[in-house]
């Protein structure tokens, strides 16, 4: 077994790296406070390339692997959170549905503008009857001629506001159930396509979700993706794929707040001694440090799984699950070992600590994880 | 336009120095592209961007240095060249680098050859004039704007602070300070495209020179550290007497008055 980065990861790792610690570390506190992240770090974002991590090399993308993606994700993850989502969401569940499943036509003619950020992509599947159980969604697509004519209301999605082109769920056949739907690239220019409320949030600030309003909005029929009555399916697919990303982008979250946990108790002195050197303090850096090292360990594992071609819907499932609850323990542990400081918004442990909240329910909850580790496992052993 | 640009590997600014048997220690340390040769390396690609032709980038060292070339490459240069001296040269100084950058230039063609004011770890300023003088080509130090019209280059310098303005012909040496640009971050894809682009590997026998041609002309006697800052001290007591005291520490203790 090869545990190591090959050389050309190396390189891409280190150069994320220098330009996140450098460039938007630098305006982390002004993104929380302003709730928008600066045009100037999304501009150099898109010029560095990393609008097109998980775009193929033909299409104008990067072409690495998962466990390429997955390092550089790592390094994206370890950041204002609100940065790491945008950037998350589009070269994940945004663009990934076109990847996977659009015809050559879909995908010469999304993936190169959206590869250099010259067009955002989102996923809209969650409505306000249908959050975990995503079969229940009520947005219609009725054929009329060769368009379909699409109505309902999508919430909670990420980059809704800046989007150009959104992967959306609507069901085309409400007598089948989940094999009654299908998904559909959708333009925000597209007649009756509007943006709705934006949210207000506990964390992920500089990160907007918003409704997406469909009014008999119009869609050309070959914008569907993939085949009609597949959209649960592909649905699944879009989202197992996302799974390993995203437990890399915690990681990433987690491994900074180690980093920040012991400078800090290095430095902080009580009863004439750094803290770090009192039991009870040392004791819990060690806990973070080593269910860091096994979500990389796992996280890396999937990742190399899915480079094999092979089948991950469990483990990418235990990967979610467990990279979200280690970045919440994590950052529980690291707001007790700054004390005071770490409750205090002029440092920016309460903020990963708001922001890593949600990870235990975007993307699939925790408990919807545990249904799908368990059904599998079930499969398993029948 | 032929391009030309002297890189050199440095130490990470944030990297502690460490010596040991009278030498700086570079076991486990980070190395980089010297910043000043950063802004010589985004010029010349700016240059290139605007007037066409081709960037190459020139270091002499070991094969460590093949990382920083590869950056150069990724940031958009076009031929990375290394003159590959770890068998060949035990002590160097800038005489040996400058021989060995005379017997390289001497069958190219160059319109503008680009270094960095100086390199953060030796900081002797001096390669780029020595160079130029032996290829008989006028040169600027310190630059910080550049504009290329025809044969002419019209030039901003730094002069402590000052600017000042002149011009001169093609072929030219300069060397790039500070505020002459931004460089950029190398692009993801950028570096993808790197690995294809060509890294060639010379070394002094290909340049027919021999390891006496390139001997040093000066000798390293001794590496130390600055000495290590001691606590400051605090005076008490009446401010006459304070004041006092201080005279009599400057005068006999540290010796400046």
Redesign the interface.
């Known amino acids: 077994m090869n545990f190591s980065f090959n050389e ?1 990861i190396l ?2 790792k280190r ?2 790296k ?2 996140i610690q450098t460039e938007v570390e630098a305006v982390a506190m002004d993104i929380e406070k302003e709730d928008k992240i600066p045009d100037r770090i999304i501009t ?1 974002s898109k ?4 609008f ?2 998980s775009i193929p ?1 033909i299409y ?5 692997g998962m466990v390429g993606k997955c390092a ?1 994700y790592e390094e994206i993850g370890a950041t204002h959170n609100g940065y790491t989502t945008l950037i998350g969401a589009h070269t994940g569940i945004g663009t990934v549905g076109i990847v996977e499943l659009g015809n050559k036509k879909q995908k010469e003619k999304y993936l190169p503008p959206m590869a250099r950020g010259e067009r955002i992509g989102a996923f809209a599947l969650t409505e306000p009857s249908a959050g975990s159980n995503a079969s229940n969604i009520k947005t219609t697509a009725v054929k009329k001629g060769d368009k379909y004519i699409l109505n309902g209301t999508k919430h909670y999605i990420t980059n809704a506001t800046i989007a150009d082109v959104f992967t959306v769920m609507a069901v085309t056949d409400s007598s089948k159930g989940a094999k009654g739907i299908t998904s559909f690239i959708v333009e925000k220019d597209f007649p009756g396509f509007k943006v709705g409320a934006v949210e207000s949030k506990m964390g992920l600030k500089g990160s907007q979700s918003a409704e997406i309003i469909l009014e008999d909005c119009e869609v050309p029929e070959e914008n569907v993706l993939g085949e009609v009555g597949k959209g649960y399916v592909n649905a699944l697919k879009i989202l197992t794929n996302g799974r390993a990303g995203l437990a890399a982008r915690n990681l990433g979250s987690c491994q900074k707040l180690l980093d920040l946990s012991i400078t800090y108790t290095e430095e902080r002195e009580q009863f004439g001694v750094p803290i770090i050197e009192h039991q009870a303090v040392a004791h819990m850096i060690a806990e973070m440090a080593v269910e860091i090292e096994a979500l990389r360990s796992f996280t890396y594992r999937v990742a190399w799984m899915v480079d094999e071609g092979e089948k991950v819907i469990k483990e990418a499932a235990m990967l979610k699950l467990y990279g979200s609850e280690v970045y919440n323990r994590v950052a529980d542990k690291a707001v007790q070992v700054h004390g005071g400081i770490g409750y205090i918004s002029d440092y920016p442990i309460e903020r990963f600590f708001r922001d890593a909240r949600i990870t235990r329910i975007y993307e699939g909850t925790s408990e919807i994880q545990k249904n799908i580790i368990a059904g599998q496992l079930r499969k398993e052993y029948e | 336009m032929n391009i030309y640009v002297l890189m050199k590997r440095t130490f990470d600014t944030e990297e502690k120095i460490v010596i040991s048997n009278g030498r700086i220690e570079e076991e486990g340390a980070e190395f980089i592209i010297n910043p000043y040769d950063e802004y010589a390396i985004e010029e010349a690609i700016q240059l290139r961007d605007e007037h066409g032709g081709e960037v190459t980038v020139v270091t002499i060292g070991s094969e460590d240095a093949e990382k920083q070339l ?2 150069a490459l ?1 940031m958009g240069a076009d031929k990375a060249v290394l003159i590959n001296t770890e068998d060949d040269v035990e002590e160097s100084d800038q005489f040996t680098t400058v021989k060995i950058l005379e017997a390289f230039f001497d069958d190219k063609e160059y319109d503008l050859i680009l270094a960095g004011n100086v390199a953060i770890d030796q900081a002797s300023g001096q390669i780029g004039p020595r160079l130029a003088e032996k290829l008989n080509i006028p040169y600027v130090t310190t630059i910080t704007n550049l504009k290329i019209d025809g044969d002419t280059a019209h030039i901003e310098r730094d002069v402590e602070g000052d600017v000042e303005k002149l011009d001169a012909s093609l072929p030219l040496l300069v060397t790039c300070q500070q505020g002459l640009n931004e460089p ?9 495209k790197a ?1 294809k682009k060509p890294l060639e590997e010379l070394e002094l026998d290909d340049l027919d020179l021999d390891e006496d041609d390139v001997e040093p002309k000066t000798k390293t006697i001794e590496v130390f550290l600055p000495p290590a800052k001691e606590a400051g001290k605090v005076l008490e007591g009446e401010i006459d007497d304070q004041v006092k005291e201080l005279v009599s520490l400057l005068r006999n203790e540290s010796k400046v008055i």
């Open positions: 050309d390189f891409l150069n994320v220098d330009f150099m010029e560095l390339g990393l097109g991590l090399e104008g993308g990067l072409g690495i550089l | 590869r950056t990724a950029r971050y190398p692009s993801l894809p950028g570096i993808m690995k």
